[in-house]
């Protein structure tokens, strides 16, 4: 497939013959599928890999049909021809390679699932320092070499005061428990 509508036909036309590479059973790649799968109203069978790099490898080859991967981990391929982009799968176009569209623009309105990392603690450390954490850590992110380096690895920048990393992990914790239900994930 050509894009991300081609691929759904090509689900559609082709039912249980496609196969979908992840970088494991439960990982962000694996539910990132399931989503896409459910969202799209097709079926793919679930080839987890122990990582993306052989999962790469093995859609490279031809083994499996379609991978989900964070850009970076697939970014040198896609560059060298070996792996076509058809979507990224965040809310917006990576600045790593604004060519590519998303899921939602290209098939499916809507369809957001994205790689985050947050600073963590332990319950119950003291508000004061979780704030001077916070506002430190704020101006690290602005720093330019730093923002260089994460849009090398395409990853953009967001930042944001604890509250709404809470809410953002609360609502990102109930739509994947939602898929995981759904899609009858367990942890083998």
Avoid: C
Wanted: proline share 5%; net charge positive; no cysteine.
């Amino acid at each position: 497939a050509r894009s991300v509508k081609g691929l759904i036909a090509l689900a559609r036309a082709r039912p249980g013959e496609l196969n979908l590479a992840s970088n494991g059973t439960g990982t962000l790649s694996h539910l990132t599928g399931e989503l896409f799968m459910m969202r799209a109203g097709i079926r793919m069978l679930h080839v987890p890999y122990k990582g993306a790099a052989p999962a790469a490898t093995d859609t490279i080859a031809g083994n499996v049909s379609v991978l989900f991967a964070a850009f970076p981990s697939v970014s040198g391929q896609v560059r060298a021809g070996k792996l076509r982009a058809l979507a990224v799968t965040g809310a917006r176009r990576t600045q790593a390679a604004p060519e590519i569209p998303t899921v939602a623009e290209a098939a499916l309105p809507g369809f957001e699932a994205t790689q985050w990392w947050g600073l963590f603690g332990p319950a119950g450390m003291p508000s004061g320092i979780v704030t001077r954490l916070n506002t430190e850590l704020g101006h690290v992110l602005q720093n330019a070499d730093i923002k260089k380096r994460f849009a090398s690895e395409a990853a953009e920048i967001a930042g944001g005061a604890p509250r709404d990393l809470a809410r953002y992990l609360k609502a990102d914790y109930d739509r994947w428990g939602e898929v995981i239900k759904a899609a009858r994930i367990s942890s083998e």
